[in-house]
């Protein structure tokens, strides 16, 4: 068993009771090739509820501080996540998210890119369209609703792929993509709560 299904195993059998954790819509997620999963941002629960609730080990961008403590490096990094710098376009973070997908891998990101402080959905950064127009991955929309209060419900949604291929065809900006992502987390978020 490795580091990563024992961890999950563990934070599942914890968060899914205290958060009484209702999962919504994961036959979308396809089983097998790449895919690009895209949530709103509330909580730092987040990236472990997308984590528990996925049926595929999940990889994430994890702010590069985190990887400046020893211990924490180790776990982060079993943990499937990779360092990003935050406020810079870091090539290094977009070139390993790259490479997991043409590996055929399940990236999560949050495009807000931080949490949102009112837990209403924010305008979505560049770097989630980037990766749907430079691979072929599934873009799979996700909202998480909460609030995140203990022994109430938490929802994690994921909605069908996003068809990018007329955005790829014609060469669309990665903002204009992002929006078009944004717009599906949006859609989720007023369906389900």
């Known amino acids: 068993m490795s580091f990563y299904t024992f961890a999950r195993a ?3 059998s914890v968060l899914a009771p205290l958060y009484r ?3 919504i819509g994961v036959e979308h997620i396809p089983k097998e090739g790449s895919v690009l999963i895209c949530a709103n941002h509330i909580s730092n629960f987040d990236p472990p ?3 528990i ?3 595929r080990p999940v990889h994430f961008m994890a702010k590069a501080e985190l990887f400046r403590v020893p211990l924490l490096k180790q776990i982060v990094q079993h943990l499937h996540a990779f360092p990003v710098r935050r406020g810079m376009g870091d090539r290094e973070a977009l070139r390993t998210g790259l490479a997991l997908l ?4 399940v990236l999560g990101l949050f495009p807000e ?3 949102s402080r009112d837990g209403k959905l924010g305008k979505g950064l560049a770097g989630a369209g980037f990766f749907a127009l430079r691979s072929e991955a599934a873009v799979v929309p996700c909202a998480i609703i909460g609030p995140y ?3 109430h419900r938490v929802k994690v949604v994921y909605g069908p792929p996003i068809d ?3 955005l790829r065809e014609r060469k669309a900006s990665a903002d204009e993509a992002t929006a078009l992502i944004m717009e599906h987390i949006r859609q989720l978020l007023e369906a389900h709560q």
């Open 53 to 55: 609730t996925c049926p």
């Open 164 to 166: 990018f291929a007329p």
């Open 21 to 23: 954790v209702e999962t």
């Open 113 to 115: 890119g931080t949490r």
């Open 10 to 12: 563990v934070v599942k």
């Open 102 to 105: 043409k590996e055929k891998k």
């Open 149 to 151: 209060r203990l022994f």
């Open 49 to 51: 509820m997308i984590g």
